[in-house]
């Protein structure tokens, strides 16, 4: 309905369900187990008219050959949050993107036990985000300049790793942006249960916090490689409000070494050639005329993108107001 435009909203580019692992670490996931049911489920999603696929943590090398070689045969592109296969595997094998950095940190140590942790999801979350803090500063280096020689692109959704780091503070249930979040809008607001699942202590977050240099580290050295950067926000997951997030993740780049332009790519072109949504992304002769209209400059300061004069999207002009307006 978005697409068509008979509901006022973004475009829409989706991935149906993940593919996992079994079992599958939630319960609309397509879970596959054989070679043959991972490539079935590929045409399954094919029929259905994914735009892309997105593959989990449960998903195995063994099951990632067979599913992209279907994959390319159809030309749906796969993006890849990892947890049992490491980055560069992933990456060699042919995925087009990697979310969340997963699969990073395995693959720098080549420690197995990382891809054992993710037998079950909150472990293997738990140990792959302290593992980062166990990463020298060489190894970072290193691995980046391996992984940007594949040409996959990263989505570090830096907003997911410094929220997380961030948890035991509950001041941030009130933060700025909160105010337009529904109160019935349980991923966003569950932070408390999400804390007693994973029984996290002040040690845990000490360790994530301490990953969090490590992870800019990343972002710079990929882009000191060449490697290709797009912004994601991972919203509506804990405290990552939609939209908002995503000019929080803007800032997070420049933070880790991104020009605000680049930054800004990342969002836009990048988003866009990820897609393979070719009419998106520029402001240029041909091109869709989706804008954000903004009240300050964002290559002075990138905090300017939040500073919204109004958007355009398929010749409507629309302001925060009256939209705010529709949602009451």
């Known amino acids: 309905?978005?697409?068509?435009?008979?509901?006022?909203?973004?475009?829409?580019?989706?991935?149906?369900?993940?593919?996992?692992?079994?079992?599958?670490?939630?319960?609309?996931?397509?879970?596959?187990?054989?070679?043959?049911?991972?490539?079935?489920?590929?045409?399954?999603?094919?029929?259905?008219?994914?735009?892309?696929?997105?593959?989990?943590?449960?998903?195995?090398?063994?099951?990632?050959?067979?599913?992209?070689?279907?994959?390319?045969?159809?030309?749906?592109?796969?993006?890849?949050?990892?947890?049992?296969?490491?980055?560069?595997?992933?990456?060699?094998?042919?995925?087009?993107?990697?979310?969340?950095?997963?699969?990073?940190?395995?693959?720098?140590?080549?420690?197995?036990?990382?891809?054992a942790a993710?037998?079950?999801?909150?472990?293997?979350?738990?140990?792959?985000?302290?593992?980062?803090?166990?990463?020298?500063?060489?190894?970072?280096?290193?691995?980046?300049?391996?992984?940007?020689q594949t040409r996959v692109t990263i989505v570090p959704t830096l907003v997911i790793h410094d929220m997380l780091s961030r948890l035991d503070n509950p001041i941030l249930l009130s933060r700025p942006g909160m105010e337009d979040v529904p109160d019935n809008a349980e991923s966003v607001r569950s932070v408390p249960s999400l804390l007693r699942r994973t029984g996290w202590q002040a040690g845990d977050f000490d360790a994530f916090r301490r990953s969090r240099r490590r992870q800019d580290q990343f972002v710079r050295e990929y882009k000191r490689a060449g490697g290709a950067i797009a912004a994601g926000s991972d919203a509506a997951n804990q405290l990552l409000i939609p939209g908002y997030s995503l000019h929080e993740e803007l800032a997070l780049l420049v933070g880790a070494g991104l020009s605000p332009l680049e930054?800004?790519?990342?969002?836009?072109?990048?988003?866009?050639?990820l897609l393979h949504a070719d009419s998106l992304g520029l402001v240029a002769t041909g091109k869709v005329a989706d804008l954000v209209v903004l009240n300050g400059n964002p290559l002075s300061n990138i905090a300017a993108t939040r500073n919204i004069a109004m958007v355009m999207i398929r010749g409507r002009l629309i302001r925060p107001d009256s939209l705010r307006t529709t949602w009451r």
Not at 128 to 141: H, P, R
Not at 263 to 273: D, E, N, P
Request: hydrophobic share 45%; net charge positive.
């Open 118 to 148: 993710h037998n079950s999801f909150l472990s293997g979350w738990t140990t792959e985000e302290k593992g980062w803090a166990g990463l020298d500063s060489a190894t970072v280096a290193r691995t980046a300049r391996a992984l940007a």
């Open 263 to 273: 930054a800004i790519t990342a969002a836009t072109r990048r988003g866009a050639q």
């Open 1 to 115: 309905a978005f697409n068509l435009g008979s509901v006022l909203g973004p475009r829409m580019f989706v991935a149906g369900a993940m593919i996992d692992g079994t079992p599958t670490t939630y319960p609309n996931a397509t879970a596959v187990s054989t070679g043959d049911q991972a490539r079935r489920a590929v045409d399954q999603h094919a029929v259905a008219g994914v735009d892309y696929l997105k593959v989990y943590t449960k998903i195995t090398p063994a099951l990632l050959r067979p599913l992209l070689d279907e994959a390319e045969k159809l030309r749906l592109p796969v993006a890849a949050h990892l947890g049992k296969t490491d980055a560069l595997t992933a990456a060699r094998a042919g995925v087009v993107s990697i979310e969340h950095m997963g699969g990073l940190v395995q693959a720098a140590t080549g420690d197995p036990s990382y891809a």
